[in-house]
Structure formats: structure tokens, C-alpha cells
């Protein structure tokens, strides 16, 4: 069993920035893909970010040149750095491992 635990949401006022962290229970490395999603009151949840052992990575076009993940294999941790933030991205934000594992969530709520 996994747990993954996700930290760093809030409030936060349009154009700022967060850095969401998510840390897993055991070595995320043996997963291929981690990624974060994201879900906003009354809408299915989206992939936001992904990114492989390989270091490739895919964004929703939402989020492109605004958001950066990063997974840190050694410390069991991946992040979402979250730059120029939109009232539209207001959400609740998952951490996902190896499509199977979920996180709590964490808040983000982006003012005007």
C-alpha cells in the first residue's frame, strides 16, 4: 500500500505562485509515470502534469509555461511548481502514482 500525502496548497492572489509537494510512503521509482491532477467544484478531475522515469513530461495545454513538475526519486517526493496563477486553476490538486495510487488533495484557491 502507498500513501502519498500532498502539502504546500492555499490562497493565494492571481499571478502568484505555489509549490505543491507530494511525498510517498515508499521509493516512487519503480513507477514509470507520477503525476498531479487537479478537480474544480462540479467538473471531473484532470491530469495537470505527468512525468516519467525518463524525465518526460506532458502538461494539460492549461498549464503550459506556467507549471513545472518535478519528481525527486531519492527523497520519494514529487512537486508542482505553480507560477502565474489564474482563478481558473482554483482547484483541489492530487498527487497520483503509477495511475493507481492517490493522495488526500490539498486546496488551492486562486483569488482575483
Known amino acids: 500500500q502507498v500513501q502519498l500525502v500532498e502539502s504546500g496548497g492555499g490562497l493565494v492572489q492571481a499571478g502568484g505562485s505555489l509549490r505543491l509537494s507530494c511525498a510517498a510512503s515508499?521509493?516512487?521509482?519503480?513507477?514509470?509515470?507520477v503525476a498531479w491532477y487537479r478537480q474544480a467544484p462540479g467538473e471531473q478531475r484532470e491530469m495537470v502534469a505527468r512525468i516519467t522515469t525518463g524525465d518526460a513530461t506532458n502538461y494539460a495545454d492549461s498549464v503550459k509555461g506556467r507549471f513545472t513538475i518535478v519528481r525527486d526519486n531519492a527523497n520519494k517526493r514529487v512537486y508542482l511548481q505553480m507560477n502565474s496563477l489564474k482563478p481558473d486553476d482554483t482547484a483541489v490538486y492530487y498527487c497520483?502514482?503509477?495511475?493507481?495510487?492517490w493522495g488526500q488533495g490539498t486546496q488551492v484557491t486562486v483569488s482575483s
Open positions: 515508499i521509493s516512487i521509482a519503480r513507477f514509470n509515470a
Open positions: 497520483n502514482v503509477g495511475n493507481t495510487y
